[in-house]
Structure formats: structure tokens, C-alpha cells
């Protein structure tokens, strides 16, 4: 029997789960060990997981008894949902309600949510500079999350908040990357003007969460957001031109633009952009990039991630 603290990390075949098991899983010598969750165990990632060490079981963040059972003997455990599965907050929340009662019972030492800002407490629903979306919400996957930590803070959990970046990884999987114009020139477009956005390489959040296991009670409590950069987004067309050896530009999108767009979530993504660039403050400076190397000394910059990813941003 290990006597490791053991980790559940639910969403253990996701990017951000997965980052966190394979960080466990890379620290051979440390003190912990970990239980990955997934809906199926026998896809071709949950079964990578199991032959490089993890133990795998089955689980459903919608029932209640799946995630008591995950928790069973654990130390602490990462609890992430994802809401672009059903792009419904409700549904977000009903998990994290379910989690935090979950880990409560089992009495986890360390429970790290994945959350992020509820937009209202800086966009009221009446302010009509940002449209409100399901008569409820201004970022609907931002509130979602944001507004379930109240679930964790209620039955005084010990529990850090987490908060991720944009994902660059967006250019690869989610169509966000530089598009080829009628002019054959490259652009990326995001209603965003000169403000700094943070963002951060989707595996690397995983071995920041691994970062703050680490550190013990010091993140109990805390709000901790984590970046591997910010930038302009006329900055980042210009890292994308160099890694791509071909001239990317900005082109500046109104919010109202982007929601547009039409896409699933484009409303919601569209309102997102829009509070990243009205309260640029607020996102950066939760998201600290020296404290993030601090928790996972391989953090990558825009820069560095670029050098092993541009070859995978499709351009046209």
C-alpha cells in the first residue's frame, strides 16, 4: 500500500486534468499519487493513463454517489467541469454543489476548484454595455463557476480557487488561430484593442494546480490565477509571425462583432473578450505570471509554447 497522498483529479482525460496527472505521475520521487476520473476508461487516453501509472476509474461529475466513490481515501482532489460540453451554467453548478458536498463527507485536506470570475459583481445584469445572455448571465461560463464557489466557501472546504487563462491552445482546436484573408494576408481577430490579454498553454495548468498541491496550506483560501503570459494582441501577431515566417496582423473586432459571428458560444465568448478588455486590470492582476513560474518552473511564454505548437495552427 502507498503510503503517497493520493489525488483525484476529475476531467483526468482533458487538458486541464490530464496536465495535472501527468505532472503527478512525472514526480517520481514526490508525495503524492493519483486517481484520474473519466467517463470512460477504456477510451485510448484513459488507458495511456493507466500504463503510465495512474490509477483509472470511472466516474460522472451528474451523479452524486460516482463522485463520493472517486473521493473515497483521497487527500485532495481537483474539481473541474466543462461547460462547453452542454453550455449550460445551471448544470455547472449543480456539479460543483455536488463536489463540494462530495468532499466535504469524504474530509479532503486540499480541494482545488476550477474556477473563474463571476462577471456580474463588475457587470451588473441591468448595465446594458454588455448584453445579458439567458436572462441570468454576462459571461455564462465565467459566472457559472465563479458563482459556485460559494458551495466550497459554505461548508468552509479547505480549498484553493484556481483561475486559468486563455488557452492558446484555442489557435489549434477551437478556430481561434490567424486566417488567411481575400488579400492572402494572415489575421487574427479579437475585439480586445490594445489591452493585455493573459493566456496560458493548456498543459501547463495542470502542473501549476500540481504546483499548488505542493505547497500545502499555503493556497488554502487563496484566489490564485495563473498566466504564462500577457499581451497585446498586436504583440501576439507579431510572436505569430515570427514562429510562422509569414506577417500575421491584428484585426481589431468590435464585442458586438464577435457575437456575431454565429458560431455555438460566440455570444458568450463575445462578452468574455469584452470583459477581458474592460477590466483588463482585474484579469491581469489576478493572473500573476511570476507566481506561476514559481508553480511549475516550466511555464511556457506565448513565445516558447509557439516553438513547439505553431506547426499545428491550421491557416486556412
Not at 183 to 189: E, K, R, S
Request: glycine fraction near 10%.
Amino acid at each position: 500500500m502507498s503510503d503517497k497522498k493520493l489525488i483525484t483529479v476529475f476531467g483526468a482525460t482533458g487538458s486541464q486534468g490530464g496536465g495535472l496527472v501527468q505532472a503527478i505521475l512525472n514526480d517520481t520521487g514526490g508525495e503524492f499519487s493519483v486517481r484520474a476520473v473519466t467517463r470512460d476508461p477504456g477510451s485510448d487516453k484513459a488507458k495511456a493513463l493507466a500504463a503510465a501509472g495512474a490509477e483509472v476509474v470511472e466516474g460522472n461529475i451528474d451523479d452524486y454517489q460516482s463522485i463520493k466513490s472517486a473521493l473515497t481515501g483521497a487527500y485532495g482532489a481537483y474539481f473541474v467541469t466543462f461547460f462547453w460540453d452542454h453550455f449550460s451554467p445551471e448544470k455547472e453548478m449543480d456539479q460543483a454543489s455536488a463536489m463540494a458536498k462530495a468532499a466535504d463527507e469524504a474530509g479532503l485536506k486540499h480541494v482545488i476548484w476550477s474556477s473563474l470570475e463571476d462577471t456580474r459583481n463588475w457587470v451588473p445584469l441591468d448595465d446594458d454595455s454588455m448584453p445579458t445572455l439567458n436572462g441570468k448571465y454576462k459571461v455564462p461560463h465565467f459566472d457559472g463557476k465563479g458563482e459556485s464557489e460559494k458551495f466550497f466557501t459554505e461548508r468552509n472546504l479547505p480549498v484553493t480557487f484556481l483561475y486559468a487563462s486563455f488557452y492558446w491552445d484555442n489557435m489549434i482546436h477551437f478556430g481561434l488561430g490567424p486566417k488567411r484573408g481575400e488579400d492572402g494576408i494572415l489575421a487574427i481577430a479579437f475585439p480586445l484593442g490594445d489591452k493585455k490579454m493573459a493566456g496560458i498553454s493548456a498543459d501547463d495548468i495542470g502542473k501549476c494546480a500540481y504546483g499548488i498541491f505542493k505547497e500545502g496550506d499555503k493556497g488554502i483560501g487563496q484566489t490564485i490565477g495563473i498566466a504564462g503570459d500577457q499581451l497585446t494582441c498586436t504583440e501576439m501577431a507579431e510572436a505569430l509571425t515570427e514562429a510562422l515566417g509569414e506577417k500575421v496582423i491584428y484585426y481589431e473586432m468590435t464585442p458586438d462583432q464577435f457575437r456575431a459571428l454565429g458560431f455555438p458560444g460566440s455570444d458568450d465568448l463575445g462578452n468574455m473578450f469584452q470583459f477581458y478588455r474592460d477590466f483588463d486590470e482585474v484579469c491581469n492582476s489576478t493572473r500573476d505570471v511570476n507566481r506561476s513560474k514559481k508553480l511549475n518552473p516550466e511555464l511556457k511564454s506565448f513565445r516558447e509554447w509557439l516553438s513547439v505548437n505553431s506547426s499545428k495552427i491550421p491557416l486556412d
